[in-house]
């Protein structure tokens, strides 16, 4: 099926049609860059535009960098602090007109990596992707299903928050040159190795297409690699999301249609 993927991020908000069976996207992608903060509605309006400009009936899969539970935000640590409480699927469905499922964007994109990115992925017990930009954004599979909103970004490491000493953000902020900022994130994932013991690490977010640059830095037992999908992993993965969720809602309801027998 051909599914609308949006992908909200510090900077911008990214959408494109993508057909949920190759993982492929089948329209272009279509940005909103802002330079501020941004309110929830304004966002939201965006996502609205994107589908216009995309000609797009049908579900609308988003990916939010915060926790998210059941379409409702409970995190916002780098947008508009006025999302916390807000219900972001019933604002879309209430904008577009279509029914949307919101999950984090770290989640969204992982899922995306997973089924479609290195297929050697799926060989490991346990997985943890990492997406890295405005914030780290972090994912855990184990046998391949997701835990969601684990948000290992903010684990404090001496003193200072992960996403606050190795984001993407921070290397373009302190000008850091990549070795500093690889050491700096080769620290986050020992933390992580000594805490949770991945069997591998993937990194993504637009800083992946540059790993030949650091990769030497790292230090962990584990592997770390590249994820395949790049930037567009977010929109991809939100799209799978919304049409796996609300094909399961669908198949739900028609089996509670069903006569008794
Ligand atoms: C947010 C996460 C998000 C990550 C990457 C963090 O600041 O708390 O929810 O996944 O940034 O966008």
Known sequence: MQVLGIDIGGSATKGAIVDTET????????????????EPAAIVKGINKIRKELNYEGPIGVGFPG?????????????????????????VTEKTGQPAVILNDADAAGLAEMRFGAPELRQYDFVMFLTIGTGIGTALFVNGKLIPNTELGHIEI??????????????????????????RLNT????????????????GGGISSSFDKYSKYFTTK??????????????????????????????EADFQKQPLH
């Open 23 to 38: 993982g492929l996207l089948v329209s272009e992608r279509v940005r909103i860059a802002y330079k501020t903060i941004q």
């Open 67 to 91: 926790v998210v539970k059941h379409g409702q935000i409970f995190t916002s640590a780098n947008l508009h602090k006025d999302w916390i409480g807000k219900n972001l699927a019933t604002m």
């Open 158 to 183: 001496r003193g200072k928050e992960a996403e606050h000493r190795a984001s993407g953000a921070i290397k373009t902020r302190e000008k850091l040159t990549w070795k500093e900022w690889a050491l």
């Open 188 to 203: 986050v994932l020992l933390t992580y190795e000594a805490l949770i013991n991945p069997e591998i690490f993937v990194l």
């Open 222 to 251: 584990a592997p770390v690699v590249a994820a395949k999908l790049k930037n567009l992993a977010g929109i991809i993965g939100a799209a799978i999301a919304a049409y796996e969720t609300l094909k399961d809602k669908n198949e």
